[in-house]
């Protein structure tokens, strides 16, 4: 790539001394034109005649008049042309096809790979779809099983209530009884200790003899199973 500046520039130089050639040889004045002008009108006329209307197509690169022939110059173009087709000219046209083929194919890449970022977008898209509809399905079936568990729990936690409930009053039940029991117990205990005191202040120990006497009396006259089975 950095040959082709180079090139142009030697192309360039080339076609300007190739023009500037042909304006020397085409602005040459004519030979002996320092002669009075009576005496070169009629050879100037004779060998402009002799000569076509003064153009020459086949002479020296410089000849009598001091003007390039035409054919060399024709010539000298076509060499010029041909250098720089050979130089510049083929070499542009390699790199423009080069680089027209290296873009098209960068081009028909990002194409691809557009198409295959559509694709995956596309993929996404489905995918994000089916996650909503997943994602509705699982809310849906974890409020149903909320709900479940709600009614469970609540109705577990009545049960326990009334369980604890229940228990409470049996407790409750079995405590008065017990405090019912004891006062009972309390209460007889205060009578006969009372009517202990009474007896003894109203019985005297005569009494007392004669009871002990009577008891054991109806003790040995009463049956032996009688006996053993007698008042406590």
């Not at 040459?28 to 003064?54: L, S």
């Not at 290296?102 to 996650?131: C, H, N, P």
């Amino acid at each position: 790539m950095s040959r082709i500046p180079r090139v142009m520039s030697f192309a360039t130089w080339l076609a300007l001394a190739n023009l500037a050639l042909a304006n020397v040889a085409l602005a040459a004045p004519a030979h002996g034109e320092a002669a009075p002008a009576a005496h070169a009108a009629a050879p100037a006329a004779g060998h402009e005649a002799a000569h076509g209307g003064g153009i020459e197509w086949i002479s020296p690169i410089f000849g009598n008049t001091g003007k390039t022939g035409l054919l060399w110059i024709l010539i000298n173009f076509a060499v010029l042309m041909w250098l720089l087709e050979k130089l510049l000219f083929s070499k542009l046209r390699a790199s423009t096809a080069r680089k027209s083929d290296e873009i098209k194919s960068q081009l028909d890449r990002a194409s691809a790979a557009r198409e295959q970022a559509e694709g995956v977008m596309k993929d996404v898209r489905a995918r994000l779809a089916r996650m909503d509809g997943e994602v509705e399905e699982i809310l849906t079936e974890a409020r149903s099983r909320a709900a479940a568990d709600r009614s469970r729990i609540i109705a577990a936690a009545e049960a326990e209530a009334e369980r604890i409930r229940q228990s409470a009053i049996a407790a409750a039940e079995r405590e008065g009884e017990l405090r019912r029991r004891q006062l009972e117990k309390e209460i007889v205990d205060r009578a006969v200790a009372r009517a202990e005191v009474l007896l003894r202040e109203r019985i005297g120990a005569a009494d007392q003899v004669r009871m002990v006497d009577d008891y054991i009396r109806q003790a040995a006259s009463a049956p032996l199973g009688a006996a053993e089975g007698g008042p406590s």
